[in-house]
Structures are given as structure tokens and as C-alpha cells.
């Protein structure tokens, strides 16, 4: 899709649909709608003024209207997408509003679009909001259909009244949208064409093209650097493990600045090792390599917004088989860090190949960490498909984080991190086991990676339950999201100001 943002006559725009935004005016919880289009153009007032009237459009958040051959315009549909109320209205409902123009074009085979930029809010930040959303919204995952029509958008136009003011975060934008789109590329892939190995050389072509530094490592790099919780979980496997390093050395960061160590579980197929998953949904275990993905495009992303601070990431790609190479539960297996780990649960195999991630992070230098993961199920059961989980150890590192995510607009819900649960990953036979039991498992998964994590400080971030969506959304396809990209850049990002 070619993306553009200019400013011009309004009226004299051709293109296939012209969208504007409105919000409801209207106080009180039985008052009847006031729709107020945000925008001072006047013949667009004019031509959408009779069916804002009516009652038939009230500008709930997402709902739409479409007009046909609007008076006055050179467009051949105006299409009005609702916000919400005018009090609670943000460029985050501005995101999800231009994406859901951009999915009432596509199956309508409109291939041009024009958005305006709504009145009353940032300009940088409505325009980089419009841009994100109208490029994640035109991903699909059909990708192996033999019928696949695509529907891709050919061009979208961003009108801004003041080009300069919103010109910054467009072009953020842009970055940004595509990189998650990249990250959503890798998570769609199933497990015979997203091996580790393969995934080591999407990274390596991605670094290449924007300018990063990449190595990617086998297994005699394991067994080198004594990662034998990463080697654990890759043993059971034909396919050899990727220990992916992408390095961003700006010269304009300064030599005694940090230095942000990301960490991404890469685990490409996950079946659960001999403690097997059940068969139901086990082909959605593609996506257990989400965290790493998320990595990937975050590098993506900060190559080309150049932040002065340095960045490595690290993501520990494998797959979890069973065979008569596999580990056992029971067995006990010694960590990079020299901790010894007693194996409960084979499919707690995420927060293994973390342990060893976030070590060789603070060996290559990093000051703080942050980790990406599918990591539990029980992420989910506590916090639903409406918050990923965050855990922090130290609170200036996490204030950071919590006002990165009011920028990113993704979700994100603080769970504890208390010492009390340290009790439940105690092993009898070694210094700590992988598995807590049922009971608290999002925080036992943490508390086992802070294990690893130590004095540094560290974010951890399960995505379990956000990585994957199972419904089609008005404003995005079902399928990857890619979610956590937006918020690792702009927490990386906080660091360089």
C-alpha cells in the first residue's frame, strides 16, 4: 500500500472513498446523540449534514455511515466512522477508526482512500495513529489460499490541514505500522516454513536492509556458552536451535549511556515435549514464537527511528518435540547463569530458553532488559484477550514502561511480583524448578525468570493471551497481531531523550 500524507482542496480530491470522523457531543446517559464532524471543511459539512440528523448514525466508537456521491465532492463516497464520545475520544480510537476504513474498503474492492485528519486532537500523534492503523489493518493471514483475492489498498492519502505539524508522526507511522506488519508476517508462518533456522535468516535479511548488525548461532554456540536450559528444550528436536543477536550501535548514543538488552522466546512449534499438549488447537502453536517476532520488528522499527540510545536483542528460537531425545520431567538441567533447574513441566519450555536469553543479554553488556514471551496460559485466565500481563522489579524501570504503553496504545495490566510466590518454584533436588503449579502461573513463570533477570532491571511482558486474535475485529483481521512492538519501541525510545 503507498501512503502519503499532503494538504490541499478537500472538495477537489478524487479518489474512490473519502473518510472523515465524527464524535457524539451529547452528556448524560439517556441524552440522544449530537454528531459532531471533526472537521471545519465546509462542503464536507454540508454534504454530511443531512444524515447527521436523522438518528441513524449516532458515532459510537467504530460504527460507520456511507454516503454516495457526496455533494460538492469529487470523491465518489464519503464514508463517516464514529469515535466514540467527544470526552473520551484519543488518537488510540483514532487508530482503530482509520483501520476499520480501511477493512470497509477492502471487501467493497475500493482500492484509494483518502482520510482527513479529525479536528481537536495532536496532529503528529492522530497523523501517526491514522498511519499505524490503515497499514495493520490491510494484513491478511490467508496467505497460502489458492484463491486468495487480494484485497490489498493501492494508495491511501492522509489530509492534514497543517502538513508540517502532523509530518513527524506520520512517517513514525509508517515505521511503525509496517514493522508490526512484519512481526504479524513471522507469526503467521506454520511450523514447516518458520523453523528456527529460517527465522534466523528472515532476521538477518531484515537487518541487512535497514543497517543493523546480525549474527545468528547454532548449536555449538549453545553447548559453547554453556546454555543448557536454551539446549534442553531444543534436544528432542531434528531442527538445529537459532540464537539470533541483532545489534543498534548509534554513534550519537552516548559511551556511558544504557544499553537496552530486548529478549524474545522464538519457540517456532511448541507441541509441549513429552508432557504433550493436547492435539485440540495445537496448530495455533505456531505462534509461540510471537515474543520473538515482536523483537525482530521492534529492531525494525528503531533502525529506522534512530534513537540515541544502544540496543541488542536477543531471541532464542527452537522448536519443542518430543523424541528419545527430549528431556524428561524430572531431569535437571543448568542454566548460562550456573543455576540449576529441575524440569516439572516439558511445556514449560519458554521461560527455559528466556533464562538463558537474558543472561547472555547482561554477558553482552545490557543495563536493562525487557522480555516478550508467549509464556502461559494462565496469563489469559487472569487478565483475558484484553490485557497482555507486565511484570517489573524495579519501579522507575516500570513507570518508564507504563508511559511508554500510553503513547503505544496497547494494553497492558501490572501483575505482582511478591516474594511469597518464590516458594512455589522451589525445587527439592536443584536450585529452582520450571513449573509453580496451577496457582498463580503467570507469577511463578515471572518469578522464574527473575530469577534470571537478577539485579537488573527488567520487564517482562506474557503475551500469551493477546498474540493471537480469534475474531476478525472491524479495524483488523483475526490472526497475529503483533502486539508489544508499539510499546517495546517507544519504551526503547524513552531511553534516548
Request: proline share 4%.
Amino acid at each position: 500500500m503507498k501512503i502519503t500524507l499532503q494538504t490541499g482542496n478537500t472538495a477537489a480530491i478524487e479518489t474512490e472513498l473519502l473518510v472523515a470522523f465524527t464524535t457524539d457531543t451529547a452528556t448524560g446517559k439517556d441524552a440522544k446523540p449530537e454528531i459532531s464532524l471533526l472537521t471545519e471543511d465546509e462542503v464536507i459539512r454540508k454534504a454530511a449534514a443531512n444524515v447527521l440528523t436523522t438518528g441513524e448514525f449516532a458515532s459510537g466508537s467504530n460504527e460507520t455511515i456511507l454516503l454516495h456521491t457526496p455533494a460538492g465532492l469529487k470523491a465518489t463516497r464519503l464514508l463517516l466512522i464514529g469515535l466514540g464520545k467527544t470526552a473520551k475520544a484519543t488518537p488510540h480510537d483514532v487508530r482503530k477508526a482509520a483501520g476499520t476504513a480501511v477493512r470497509f474498503a477492502k471487501p467493497r474492492k475500493l482500492r484509494e482512500l483518502a482520510i482527513l485528519l479529525p479536528n481537536g486532537f495532536d496532529a503528529a500523534a492522530t497523523a501517526r495513529a491514522i498511519a499505524e492503523g490503515t497499514i495493520l489493518a490491510d494484513f491478511d493471514p490467508d496467505t497460502y489460499r489458492s484463491d486468495r483475492k487480494d484485497q490489498s489498498i493501492d494508495s491511501l492519502t492522509v489530509l492534514a490541514s497543517d502538513q508540517k505539524a502532523a509530518d513527524a508522526g506520520f512517517n513514525e507511522g509508517v515505521i511503525i505500522g509496517e514493522s508490526q506488519n512484519f512481526t504479524r508476517s513471522l507469526v503467521n508462518e506454520p511450523g514447516n516454513r518458520m523453523t528456527p533456522t529460517i527465522l534466523g535468516q528472515r532476521a538477518a535479511e531484515m537487518a541487512q536492509a535497514v543497517g543493523l548488525k546480525c549474527e545468528v548461532f547454532g548449536a555449538d554456540k549453545l553447548h559453547e556458552l554453556k546454555m543448557g536450559a536454551f539446549w534442553s528444550v531444543t534436544q528432542g528436536s531434528d531442527e538445529p536451535p537459532a540464537l539470533i543477536v541483532i545489534a543498534y550501535e548509534p554513534k550519537t548514543a552516548p559511551a556511558n549511556g544504557p544499553v537496552l538488552g530486548l529478549v524474545g522466546k522464538g519457540i517456532t512449534f511448541d507441541t509441549g515435549g513429552i508432557s504433550i499438549k493436547p492435539s485440540d488447537n495445537m496448530e495455533k502453536m505456531k505462534y509461540d514464537m510471537a515474543g520473538g517476532a515482536a523483537m525482530i520488528g521492534a529492531m525494525r522499527a528503531i533502525a529506522q527511528i534512530k534513537p540515541a540510545v544502544k540496543v541488542i536483542a536477543i531471541v532464542c528460537a527452537a522448536e519443542n518435540m518430543p523424541s528419545g531425545k527430549a528431556q524428561k520431567p524430572g531431569d535437571v538441567q543448568i542454566a548460562m547463569s550456573g543455576k540449576s533447574i529441575e524440569i516439572i513441566n516439558t511445556d514449560a519450555e519458554g521461560r527455559l530458553v528466556l533464562a538463558d536469553g537474558l543472561a547472555y543479554a547482561k554477558q553482552l553488556g545490557a543495563t536493562h532488559l525487557i522480555d516478550a514471551a508467549t509464556l502461559t496460559g494462565a496469563v489469559a485466565v487472569a487478565l483475558g484477550q484484553v490485557n497482555a500481563g507486565v511484570f517489573a522489579n524495579d519501579e522507575e524501570t516500570y513507570k518508564i514502561f507504563s508511559d511508554a504503553v500510553a503513547k503505544s496504545g496497547e494494553r497492558f495490566w501490572r501483575l505482582p511480583l511478591d516474594d511469597d510466590y518464590r516458594e512455589q518454584i522451589r525445587s527439592d533436588i536443584a536450585d529452582i524448578k520450571n513449573s509453580g503449579g496451577r496457582y498463580g502461573g503467570a507469577i511463578t513463570a515471572a518469578m522464574f525468570l527473575k530469577e534470571f533477570a537478577e539485579d537488573t532491571p527488567w520487564i517482562h511482558l506474557d503475551i500469551a493471551s493477546m498474540a493471537w486474535q480469534d475474531e476478525n475485529k472491524p479495524w483488523a483481521a483475526k490472526g497475529p497481531t503483533g502486539v508489544a512492538v508499539r510499546s517495546i519501541v517507544e519504551w526503547v525510545r524513552s531511553y534516548a531523550k
